[in-house]
């Protein structure tokens, strides 16, 4: 019997046949019943594919002539009786393409296309250049001061998957609504609709992130960090409801039907661009345009900066901070704490505070994905969350001194899958990230360590240094650097939190950083349909893994014996950000996003 299978998620196969790669490129194709096959198969891509394929990549492009003679020499005799080499094609290179289109069929289930196809096929676009960034964004002006950034700025809370598409969306539309309602009386009489258009990023993937729903949140007057789960879920139940807004002696009645997907591509200044609209009839009564720029952070045009105090210890960089410790003796957390009261204007006891309740809202987070019932996340993906089993079986685990590794993956499950749902996160420093941080402070406080409070606040503030400057010097936004921007400096503040709250010198702090940083560079964001969960969430428990992996690696080495320091590494992310394909900051069109088909 010949049968289609689909590779994705094992849908309809016999239980014995899941579970590994070859079974799932084994299942995709038209087929006679794979168990008999499975073996030819395994043979044909171990001989085709694996072996001339990774030895050709082993030994790298730069071949002399000899080692060219001797690979050809090593082909096997797999080559198929009576194959004519295509012109201007050597032996070696049409057996590499024919291992290469091999493996490729086996796995996609696709079969290479004719010569004839290949011929009539149109030509492949030029790929798409990285979106540039308005000079007149704060966000990138600032970049020539000192870090101007607070605490309660940074750490935000508010409902997830995404912290530039529904914590910035849902502040933003807040922000229009508060401006509506300061128009003079004979404007607000006139008032007949408002609309809100979405462009770049937030038309691409915001329909898998929830944006509509954040956005019309924010117009009826609901702010991240208060608003309740229940009424974004029944915006997703109940998409058609509608909301009495009041404006002036108007009442206007709306729903999600006011958000308007607007062109996902185009010359915005920020990739996460929006505009929001008040009409009375076909005149513009008031307009804005807002942009989510990363963190759940916002700017609109003519956005000026709030006045704040000046820094105690002015840096902008690493080193610059750094220096600040050694002269005055200092640890990077009091550095930032000194600042935080000069720049804020507030108290240490009400920036301790704010970062208790931080830590508190995170560690209600990591609960409560921990005991959610196994359940299958909203959204086409259909994934189910893992993060209470993943813990169960670490604690199970009759290797006790392994366990740590599961416990903190299970952390950061949870934290992400909580995000996943759409329930309350912290932005740490976005929402795709969200689990990272958590699972470190959650596994030093009452999930593990128990360190006490102080040192954990200590964390917090360090945590904080290494995302002000990643904000400063590069990006916190997937839309703008890819998930290197996101995980990867979610990772490095966790580092950054284990080393401060041990109490490590400076240098190791940033070294912890600097490492679990590098080993994020250049990865892409390419969420499969839009939801922040694949790759996010499980993304989330390799970051908070790799945190301790760099905290590790320099707390154990000689600190002045690392070669690449902090601020090279973020320098590196900025021009990785600027370089990278625009298909892959979160836009859904690369990478994983193109490459898993759902069934
Ligand atoms: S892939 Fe990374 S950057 Fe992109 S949405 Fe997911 S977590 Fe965020």
Redesign the pocket.
């Known amino acids: 019997m010949v049968r289609r299978l689909c590779p994705f998620p094992f849908a309809g196969q016999p239980a014995d046949i899941r579970g590994t790669p070859i079974d799932s490129a084994i299942s995709c194709i038209s087929l006679p019943d794979p168990a008999p096959v499975r073996p030819v198969l395994l043979t044909h891509l171990a001989k085709s594919a694996s072996t001339q394929l990774t030895r050709h990549l082993q030994r790298g492009a730069k071949m002399t002539s000899r080692e060219q003679r001797q690979e050809t020499e090593l082909l096997p005799d797999t080559e198929p009786a009576g194959a004519e080499l295509p012109a201007g094609l050597d032996r070696r290179a049409f057996m590499m393409r024919s291992a290469i289109f091999g493996a490729t069929a086996v796995i996609t289930g696709c079969a290479a296309p004719t010569d004839q196809q290949v011929a009539a096929a149109p030509p492949a676009p030029a790929p798409p250049a990285a979106p540039p960034l308005s000079e007149d964004l704060n966000v990138v002006k600032k970049a020539k001061g000192p870090v101007m950034t607070t605490i309660d700025e940074f750490y935000k809370v508010g409902p997830g998957?995404?912290s530039s598409h529904t914590i910035g969306p849902m502040r933003i539309t807040y922000d229009f609504y508060q401006r509506c309602a300061k128009l003079p009386a004979d404007q607000l009489a006139k008032v007949t609709s408002m609309k809100v258009h979405l462009f770049g990023s937030l038309s691409a993937?915001g329909q898998g992130h929830g944006t509509e729903r954040a956005a019309l949140a924010g117009i009826v007057g609901k702010e991240p960090a208060t608003v309740e789960p229940e009424f974004l879920d029944g915006l997703a139940a109940k998409p058609d409801q509608t909301f009495p807004v009041k404006l002036g002696d108007k009442t206007l009645t709306m729903s999600l039907k006011d958000i308007v997907y607007d062109s996902p591509k185009g010359e915005f200044p920020h990739p996460n661009t929006m505009t929001c609209r008040l009409m009375g009839g076909d005149t513009v009564l008031l307009e804005q345009e807002y942009y989510s720029v990363g963190g759940g952070f916002i700017e609109w045009k003519g956005y000026q900066p709030p006045k704040k105090g000046q820094p105690k210890f002015p840096y902008s960089t690493m080193k610059e901070l750094q220096s600040h410790a050694d002269q005055n003796k200092l640890s990077i957390a009091q550095i930032v704490m000194a600042n935080e009261v000069a720049v804020s204007g507030k108290s240490e006891v009400e920036i301790n505070a704010f970062v208790d309740k931080i830590h508190g809202a995170m560690v209600n987070i990591v609960k409560a994905g921990l005991k959610a019932p196994e359940s299958t996340l909203p959204g086409p993906i259909k994934l189910k969350t893992k993060a209470g089993d993943v813990y169960k079986r670490a604690m199970d685990d009759n290797y006790e001194k392994q366990r740590g590794v599961g416990v903190l993956a299970a952390y950061a499950l949870a934290g992400s899958e909580e995000n996943a749902r759409g329930h309350l996160v912290v932005t740490a420093p976005?929402?795709?990230?969200a689990g990272v941080l958590p699972a470190l402070v959650y596994a030093l406080g009452e999930g593990g360590r128990n360190l006490p409070q102080d040192k954990l606040r200590n964390g917090f503030l360090a945590a904080a240094a290494i995302g002000y400057l990643c904000k400063h010097n590069a990006t916190l936004s997937?839309a703008e650097g890819?998930?290197q921007?996101?995980?990867g400096v979610a990772s490095a503040m966790g580092a950054a939190f284990i080393a401060q709250a041990h109490d490590f010198p400076h240098q190791v702090v940033a070294n912890a950083a600097e490492s679990s940083l590098q080993h994020h560079l250049g990865?892409?964001?390419?969420?499969v349909a839009g939801f922040?969960q694949v790759?996010?969430i499980e993304?989330?428990a390799f970051g908070a893994v790799k945190a301790w992996t760099g905290f590790m690696i320099a707390s154990n080495e000689i600190p002045t014996n690392r070669r690449v320091d902090f601020d090279t590494t973020v320098s590196a992310m900025a021009l990785t950000a600027r370089e990278m394909n625009a298909k892959y900051k979160?836009t859904s069109e690369g990478g994983l996003a193109v490459s898993l088909v759902l069934c």
């Open positions: 998957p995404s993937t976005t929402g795709g990230s997937g890819g998930c921007a996101e995980i990865m892409t964001c390419d969420p922040v790759p996010c993304r989330c979160e």
